[in-house]
């Protein structure tokens, strides 16, 4: 359009362009507007090469976002602390957690300080790989830094913590995030809820599904099958369905995993009738 109007492109309205084709997993387009780039001479900046990596990871092409974030060495582009977190998340989401933590390492090396956002992005690998301990150690690094950890930066490290079956330690960052006054929110509490229920832990399970509703903290599916499981897990059949007349009674939409934890907290318990229920409910709900 800008072409069409006589308006002469410039590299601004370019890695615009390649930004919001990020938005959209569109790495084609986002590749072609960066080789046009090259034809009309416009110079490709660190933003340009971060919006294209960040468009190849959305559209799960990381050979190709790692082939960007290697040649920017190459073409003398400076890689700054956004296209290194833009890479590692690229790795993370396509199943190569331990690539994305060399990254980190190589930042050091090149003298590139990582920040509280590439750190996120450590933790969050650490999480896909279940790296736990790396994901605490990566936490420890951040305080020793004095950088400040967010809302983003636990729930990376309780989800990691939840993946390790490690529910202790999930909920030791929960009381840590506390002490910190960042405000957890529902996917935090969601993680550590299934941490607990991943260990039997039914009760501190259900205890923090209630301070949930303390502190007026939305519970979705995700947290009233969290909660559900726990007790399913705890062989607590009669608290799974108290918990799931509340989820019926708040209209809080129920799956497959719902009702199918449901069933086995039941047969758990020797209550076959309930869970034939559970069953027929399932299949009328269309879950």
Same mark, same amino acid.
């Given at each position: 359009?800008?072409?069409?109007?006589?308006?002469? #492109?410039?590299?601004?309205?370019?890695?615009?362009?390649?930004?919001?084709?990020?938005?959209?997993?569109?790495?084609?387009?986002?590749?072609?507007?960066?080789?046009?780039?090259?034809?009309?001479?416009?110079?490709?900046?660190?933003?340009?090469?971060?919006?294209?990596?960040?468009?190849?990871?959305?559209?799960?092409?990381?050979?190709?976002?790692?082939?960007?974030?290697?040649?920017?060495?190459?073409?003398?582009?400076?890689?700054? #602390?956004?296209?290194?977190?833009?890479?590692?998340?690229?790795?993370?989401?396509?199943?190569?957690?331990?690539?994305?933590?060399?990254?980190?390492?190589?930042?050091?090396?090149?003298?590139?300080?990582? =920040?509280?956002?590439?750190?996120?992005?450590?933790?969050?690998?650490?999480?896909?790989?279940?790296?736990?301990?790396?994901?605490?150690?990566?936490?420890?690094?951040?305080?020793?830094?004095?950088?400040?950890?967010?809302?983003?930066?636990?729930?990376?490290?309780?989800?990691?913590?939840?993946?390790?079956?490690?529910?202790?330690?999930?909920?030791?960052?929960?009381?840590?995030?506390?002490?910190?006054?960042?405000? #957890?929110?529902?996917?935090?509490?969601?993680?550590?809820?299934?941490?607990?229920?991943?260990?039997?832990?039914?009760?501190?399970?259900?205890?923090?599904? =209630?301070?949930?509703?303390?502190?007026?903290?939305?519970?979705?599916?995700?947290?009233?099958?969290?909660?559900?499981?726990?007790?399913?897990?705890?062989?607590?059949?009669?608290?799974?369905?108290?918990? %799931?007349?509340?989820?019926?009674?708040?209209?809080? #939409?129920?799956?497959?995993?719902?009702?199918?934890?449901?069933?086995?907290?039941?047969?758990?318990?020797?209550?076959?009738?309930?869970? %034939? =229920?559970?069953?027929?409910?399932?299949?009328?709900?269309?879950?």
């Amino acid at each position: 359009e800008m072409v069409g109007a006589g308006v002469e #492109p410039s590299t601004i309205s370019f890695n615009t362009a390649i930004s919001a084709c990020a938005k959209t997993a569109d790495w084609e387009n986002a590749l072609a507007l960066f080789r046009r780039m090259e034809a009309s001479g416009i110079e490709r900046t660190t933003v340009t090469y971060t919006g294209l990596i960040n468009a190849c990871a959305e559209g799960m092409q990381l050979d190709k976002a790692m082939a960007l974030f290697t040649y920017m060495e190459v073409a003398g582009v400076e890689r700054n #602390p956004i296209t290194y977190a833009v890479a590692i998340n690229a790795c993370s989401r396509n199943g190569q957690w331990q690539l994305g933590l060399q990254l980190l390492q190589e930042m050091g090396r090149k003298g590139v300080m990582p =920040d509280t956002v590439v750190f996120n992005a450590a933790i969050s690998a650490c999480e896909k790989g279940r790296a736990w301990e790396t994901a605490l150690q990566l936490m420890g690094q951040m305080r020793r830094h004095g950088l400040r950890m967010t809302a983003i930066t636990y729930g990376a490290g309780i989800s990691a913590c939840e993946k390790g079956k490690q529910w202790e330690q999930a909920l030791a960052l929960l009381d840590q995030m506390r002490e910190s006054r960042v405000k #957890p929110n529902t996917i935090i509490y969601s993680a550590a809820i299934s941490a607990c229920g991943a260990a039997g832990e039914w009760r501190t399970a259900l205890q923090l599904f =209630d301070e949930m509703e303390t502190l007026r903290l939305e519970q979705n599916t995700i947290t009233y099958n969290a909660a559900i499981q726990a007790c399913e897990r705890g062989g607590a059949w009669n608290e799974a369905i108290e918990v %799931f007349e509340q989820m019926q009674s708040k209209d809080v #939409p129920r799956d497959t995993i719902t009702y199918n934890a449901l069933v086995r907290a039941c047969e758990r318990g020797g209550q076959w009738q309930l869970a %034939f =229920d559970f069953m027929r409910q399932m299949e009328l709900s269309g879950s």
